[in-house]
């Protein structure tokens, strides 16, 4: 996106880079830090110290390690997450959008109905069915961005669909298909890439929610969620256990809403010039 | 302006009311960590459960402060000479809680009630064979074989006598709205929030100190801890040791309960746990000293046997101590084809179990083996992966609710039980078998600690579990609480004397 450099206030520039440092932490701090899940009974509970920079945790495992592997974790929910959402959810939006009819009335509806519910509840539902793992969480808090972004595309594609070049188009016997991909997803793109930064601070949540919660993931796996319920039972003994999970938690969404808001501005400014983002 | 002042005068005057009244020194307010569907005898699921029903509910024998079964509602109890037969006198003059007597009926609409329902505390009254009502206070029981333990069958919390009138007047609703004969009487219920039972004034004894008693939820640790030491309860149970020290920072006393027998049963039926030198290994990999020290602070004791010191007929039979050589020499000479344990854990059951069990698998892994280790939040669900047996480890606590080892061991050991409940670890041992069968049925107590003693032995050798510890639990009591008795094994307290 050239040009976004410029484009970007201030804040949205912080976003960026606070997610960059984040992506570069989780992909290269675990390196350089002792193994997250070695544990070690006889220093459990230990301040900052050279070995340990973060102290450890209730069973002496490094609590650096583990937050920087949390990372990992969260960053992969996160935008798992919003991935399956933003593919199935315009993928529904925009052809129900574009074709219409009685299609277009059951796939929003039940779309409707999805959004009925909290977030979590239907994080809670799936995982309840699916069982644990990983790949079960994503999906669980990838479902719930489902209608987000089918409502989007839909909307977007049904005033799209009247514009003289879709007409055009069609007349000059492009497919649907074609006309959905090379015409209406370009149009969209700038509204799906700010919704879909801030889904991914919403997923990240709603992960950590979740194995708060106890539900999803492995109480060895060090998810910030799992780390900050089970720290919660220590946290007038050894603060540390539930102050950086609970800032990493913080710094990450706040992180990508600020480059999320900060995408919106720059769209809309461009917008405001006549200009796409994309 | 002049609004304003009217306004927060009388603002101020209701927060002196409310800081002024005086909370009615006649109730006490007991905190406890989880609800439970039912008051019904016929299902006990939980300690806290036990706890609200002990006020409610008496019983022909009750427990003294060692768990050695004394009479409550009982005035006679004659035993014939070949030990089948008892023909028990109940006091008279006692009255359930809508005012019709408690008699021998009663009792015998107990014990047949139990069996009909088919809860799993039936095997109480398993040995019963025939049960007669001689007359109004004379009930003579008959048992297929000698069985000693009868008396702390009586005295369990599940034989709670209840007024048969009522039981037949509120059917599927009698759980809800028990109607006994102990010394408090069960006023209401409020789902989620807590369960109010009064004086009973018609009590046989001398009637409960407390006008009222409010049993109230709260699942959270914190909260307790914090409600306790804002005044706002009287007691609360199951703090966990960093709580408790803060509770007793504050001036208000901690009684610490040597509680639940914490282990991980071992799968017979599921290799590798099917080799015995598999199950020493994983006994000698863990640490459960340090265990005890760092993750529960000190609160616990390691587990030496697979009777606990409440129960009668403990032997402290020794502890596989800490060897990691010595686990990956057994480790090695078995040589089992897969090296992966599952290893199921509850949260927040019992004290830091989660904790515990990730430790655990940390040890394990060091050891050599590979650990699948699931966290199952809820209990229920828990049951449930432990039912269908894919497991090698699982957690359980046992308290030992009769205080006679026979209740125990044949529902964990017996091998008719192999693979339900309790013996999910399908452990199968006909000599063992044999030697609880002449166990249970032996007046001579010598004897059957002799044979109690030699089962305690074999059990610990075979290693049927990965043994840990005893668990300490804390409960915080303030001064308006004069009598406090403790019962080990089920983990709880009840606020009136024993019978004198």
Known sequence: MPGLRTELPLTGKIGLGVLLALLLAATFGPYFTPDAYDQNLARSLEGPSAAHWLGTDQIGRDLLARILVGARYSLLIGIGATFFGVVIGVSIGAVSGYFGGIFEAAAMRFMDLLMVFPGILIALMVIAVAGDGLGNVIFAVGLRAVPVFARLAQTSTHSIRAREYIVAARAAGASGIRILWSHVLPALLNSLVVLAALQVATSILIGATLSFLGVGLSPEMPEWGAMLNSGRRYIFQHWPLVVFPGLAIMITVLGINLLGDGLRSAADRRRDRGVALA | MKRKRLVS????????????????AESLRILLPSEFPTLDPVEILSGDQTMVMYHIYCRLYTFDDKMNPVPELLEKEDISSDGLTWRLTLRKGATFHDGTPVNAEAVKYMIERMRAKGGSQRVLFAA???????????????????????????????????????????GDRYGVRPVSCGPYKFKEWERGSRIVVDRNSAFYREPGEFEQIIFQFVPDVATRQFMMMRGEADVALRLGPAEARQVKAKGLEIISINGRNIFYSLNYAKAPTDDIRVRQAINYAVDKETIIERVLQGAGTPSRSVLEAMLWGHVPVGTYKYDPGKAKALLKEADPKSRTLVLLSPDNRYLLDSQVSQAVSGYLKEAGFQVDLRVIGDWAGYLDAVKRRDF???????????????????????????????????????????????????????????????????????????FMYRGTTFTAVNNKVKTIHTLDGPEFHYVFPLPK
């Open chain 2, 128 to 170: 019963i064979s025939d049960i007669k009502v001689e007359n109004d206070s004379t009930v003579v029981l008959t048992t297929a074989r000698p069985f000693p333990a009868l008396r702390n069958s009586l005295a369990h919390p599940n034989a709670g006598l209840l007024s048969p009138k009522a039981d037949k007047e509120l």
């Open chain 2, 392 to 466: 090698n480890l699982y957690m359980l606590g046992w308290g030992g609710s009769t205080g006679d080892p026979d209740q125990v061991l044949q529902s964990v050991f017996n091998s008719k039980r192999a693979g339900q409940a309790w013996n999910y670890g399908s452990v199968s041992k006909p000599e063992i078998d044999k030697m609880m069968d002449e166990a249970g049925t032996t007046f001579d107590d010598a004897k059957r600690r002799a044979i109690y003693t030699d089962i305690q032995r074999r059990l610990f050798d075979d290693a049927p579990w990965l």
């Open chain 2, 9 to 24: 005068t009388a603002l101020m005057l209701g927060l002196l009311t409310i800081l002024t009244t005086p909370l009615r």
